[in-house]
């Protein structure tokens, strides 16, 4: 199971950083994924890291802007959002995958409950 925190109020231009801790042993074999669900909207991909952390891939709204890290040994994935928009404003998610590819929401398991991000204008 996955834990996301790190959410809150924040004006349009300022950063937040979010963290998806995780417990169990199988944490650092899997891809983990930053998702986000804004209301009246489906789950959307944001970010995701390879297992090692060597690799990562953003969507295109927010590459530039986002960065996704992760430390194996504290069980702990980030997303530091820099610039934040009011279409940021969402409710962010953190699942793992067995896969890098991986971009839809089928494909990830141990969803966490999600933290609230809301950008001010």
């Known amino acids: 199971q996955l834990q996301a925190s790190g959410g809150g109020l924040v004006q349009a231009g300022g950063s937040l950083t979010l963290s998806c801790a995780a417990s169990g042993r199988t944490f650092r074999t899997y891809a983990v994924g930053w998702f986000r669900q804004a209301p009246g909207k489906e789950r959307e991909f944001v970010a995701i890291i390879s297992w090692t952390g060597s690799s990562t891939n953003y969507a295109d709204s927010v590459k530039g802007r986002f960065t996704i890290s992760r430390d194996n040994a504290q069980k702990t994935v980030y997303l530091q959002m820099n610039s934040l928009k009011p279409e940021d404003t969402a409710v962010y998610y953190c699942?793992?995958?067995?896969?890098?590819?991986?971009?839809?929401?089928?494909?990830?398991?141990?969803w966490g409950q999600g933290t609230q991000v809301t950008v001010s204008s």
């Open positions: 699942a793992l995958t067995p896969s890098f590819n991986n971009r839809y929401v089928s494909q990830y398991h141990d």
